[in-house]
């Protein structure tokens, strides 16, 4: 469920309610506000509202963001997901979960793709319980640094902004990944300066099984994304707990040197395997799934020409 307001310029209020019917909406509501800003004159706005199912918005909103008459310079639209509604469809049709708006996905991606003072502190933190634990074979340790890694996010971040060639996430969720690759090698040779080895927890699994489980975990996580009801936390458990043990082995070992004969070379294989495999199995969920990228790519364009 999806309540949209949209604020555009006086007189444009009934091409989005054209929109908004086009795109399934059963009733809409419309006013006028004055808006005011530091330097500029006042200017009167239409302000539309929009409740409808998660399907119906996110038909209405890129139908928006693609119609002639939408300007991103002075054009507005916030995007909420209330908790009921309770007005013109029954709850059967209400309360469809997908497939979430773009605009929804691509913004929540974004935050996790940010690189910030605190993603480095819980990557890192995380990382040390993490690495302890492989160190000590203690699962329910292992589990609770897993928990607090935004791991998964990246490789989303990066299928998503493939998929919508939106190139500026792409960048951003891959130096995302790469940040928080090395902050987990950092993290496990740390504690190895600490411990002792040998490593207790070694279940790597080999580039083929883990292959196929990063390709299922992809296009797990990418449903999760893209649905209200998906647990994504969950599904992003699973999918740090299959990928990130690996860096953390190799900042382990690192510190505490390679056995002769191991299997580094086949782990690193892996790795880039698995990182590879989910995040085109998420990138071909969300093409499946209609994730689109038309309106965002016209809208950051035209704000960047504007500010340049």
Known sequence: MRLITVKAPAG???????????????QVSMRQEE???????????????????????????????RAPFYDPESYAFAVRHPESIFASEPPKEETHP?????????EELWQFAKI?????????????????GMVEDFIPLIIAGLLFLPFHHHMLATGLGAVAREWRLFRQGLLALLLSTFLILLA???????????????????????????????????????DDAGRRELVGLAATAHISVFPA??????????EEGGKWAQHLLTFG????????????????TGMQGDGIRRF?????????
């Not at 910030?116 to 302890?132: D, E, I, M, N, P």
């Open 12 to 26: 444009q209020g009934k091409k989005i309610m054209e929109v908004a019917f086009t795109a399934g909406a059963s």
């Open 35 to 65: 808006l005011y800003s530091p330097n500029h004159p006042e200017r009167a706005l239409d302000v539309v509202e929009v409740q409808t199912a998660t399907p119906k918005a996110k038909q209405f909103i890129e139908n928006l963001m």
């Open 98 to 106: 997908i497939v979430r708006p773009t605009t929804d996905v691509y």
């Open 116 to 132: 910030t003072y605190s993603l480095a502190g819980r990557t890192f933190l995380s990382s040390v319980l993490l690495a302890y």
């Open 188 to 226: 496990g040779a740390c504690v190895a300066l600490f411990t002792e080895p040998p490593i207790g927890w070694h279940e790597l699994g080999s580039p083929l099984s883990g292959f196929i489980l990063s390709a299922v975990i992809g296009m797990a996580a990418g449903l999760g994304a893209i």
């Open 249 to 258: 082995w190799f900042g382990l070992s690192l510190a505490f040197g390679f």
């Open 273 to 288: 395997i698995n990182v590879t495999s989910l995040t085109i199995a998420a990138g071909l969920t969300f093409a499946l």
């Open 300 to 308: 950051v364009k035209k704000l960047n020409s504007a500010k340049g």
